[in-house]
């Protein structure tokens, strides 16, 4: 079966901090997606990744930046995390524009 | 400009009634897809259903089945028979088209949180 894993469930980081937040996939898709969700404002797109080394901007990339050396693995980093990034943090892969994506469980992020 | 719109931030339905979720769209691009997923209480979000653009008839999944109206740009999802378990907030997302350089990104509304009472 299908499966995006994302490292943590939940983390507490410290304001000015750089943070990682891991994600693997085992169905090698090409594309990969971060989104981060908060309350009234649905899902929105941070970055996503149609093939290793490749990355587009989303919606609201500022402060956000990502990494794709492997195809598995897309990474979603916080430079110098802020309160304002407190969130939850949802990675999914597709394997086609016309596929439906697959979620990891999420990581709720919160930064103190 | 919003691409996905959901103007309905909360809903309640009988068991067993049927529901529609509204979802309407923005894109000039002929090319797109739409999607429906659920993300219950538990958090995980789960794909319920699909809509390509020139698919000539509207899509169905067990319960669930959209209205497609293009010309509306709507995208509305229908679940009949509502079950307790469909208790949950309904997000839809569409997937633009090449010429809106959209193609390989997708969007999401704002979701709709439906409430099913026994």
């Known amino acids: 079966d299908v499966k995006v894993t994302q490292s943590s469930r939940y983390l507490v980081k410290r304001t000015g901090e750089k943070v990682f937040l891991e994600c693997v996939q085992d169905?090698?898709?090409?594309?990969m997606f971060w989104y981060r969700q908060d309350p009234g404002l649905g899902l929105r797109l941070i970055y996503f990744?149609?093939?290793?080394?490749?990355?587009e901007k989303g919606d609201i990339p500022e402060g956000y930046s990502v990494s794709r050396e492997k195809k598995e693995r897309f990474s979603l980093i916080l430079e110098s995390a802020s309160t304002n990034q407190t969130s939850m943090y949802l990675c999914?892969?597709?394997?086609?524009?016309?596929?439906?994506?697959?979620f990891g469980d999420g990581t709720r992020l919160s930064i103190l | 400009a919003q691409k996905i719109t959901q103007t309905q931030p909360g809903m309640f339905v009988q068991e067993k009634e049927a529901v529609t979720l509204d979802c309407t769209y923005d894109?000039?691009?002929?090319?797109?897809?739409l999607f429906w997923y659920k993300q219950p209480s538990s958090g995980e979000m789960i794909f319920l259903i699909y809509?390509?653009?020139?698919?000539?008839q509207n899509a169905t999944e067990g319960r669930y089945s959209l209205n497609f109206q293009k010309a509306r740009k709507s995208a509305n999802l229908v679940i009949s028979a509502s079950q307790l378990g469909d208790s949950a907030m309904y997000f839809c997302?569409?997937?633009?088209?090449?010429?809106?350089?959209?193609?390989?990104?997708?969007?999401f509304g704002i979701g709709t949180k439906l409430q099913v009472i026994p």
């Open positions: 999914a892969g597709r394997e086609g524009a016309n596929q439906p994506q697959h």
């Open positions: 169905m090698d898709h090409e594309n």
């Open positions: 990744s149609y093939d290793v080394k490749m990355k």
């Open positions: 894109t000039s691009d002929p090319s797109y897809g």
């Open positions: 809509q390509g653009s020139y698919d000539q």
């Open positions: 997302a569409m997937r633009e088209g090449v010429n809106s350089g959209g193609y390989q990104k997708v969007t």
